[in-house]
């Protein structure tokens, strides 16, 4: 813009802005259900094996509070196992022409909306979980630092790199404009 031209910020109607709520959100792969409640057992199982090493070294007085402390444990790691397996269902992305949606969470519900131009690069990883699940995850970095970056768990490897093909091909289609 020159010097000579007028500055301009005009007002939106909000009224007539696209709304993210509307966009048909696609589900993760099937198998990251699996792969959710495999990771919580691994953890779970982490953490009865450290009690168990606990209960076993420590001579506590009172073997009452040892198995209430026990029992509210394995309650704890099944709650935490459920919310992580029906977490898949409040997940999902939507891929749309100048920007990508990652939405999330069960009683904290988080949705990601970033703009393909303040994209910088995409990487496709996967895990020994994902691996024998058949599963990658998208990671997205922007411009914004880490804080404003993605992950976009529980896509199919073919999936997560037809993707990153689509989002590096905006970046640059966004870049020549």
Known sequence: MSPLQKYENKEVNINLVA?????????LHLNYKKALFLTSLVWSSILIV????CY???PWSDLAVRNIIGIVLVLLLFIISAIAYYGYYYMGYALRERDIIFKKG???RKTTMIPFNRIQ????????IDRM???????????????????????????????KQ?????TVHDEEE
């Open 121 to 128: 690069h995409c990487e496709v990883k996967n895990g020994p």
């Open 133 to 163: 699940l058949d599963l990658a995850t998208l990671k997205i970095f922007t411009a914004g630092g880490h804080s404003s970056d993605l992950e976009i768990p529980g896509l199919h490897p073919e999936k997560a790199q037809l993707i």
């Open 50 to 53: 450290a009690y168990i090493i």
């Open 106 to 108: 069960i009683f904290f």
């Open 19 to 27: 709304r993210y709520e509307e966009v048909n959100f696609i589900p």
């Open 166 to 170: 689509f989002i590096i091909g905006r």
């Open 56 to 58: 076993i070294m420590i």
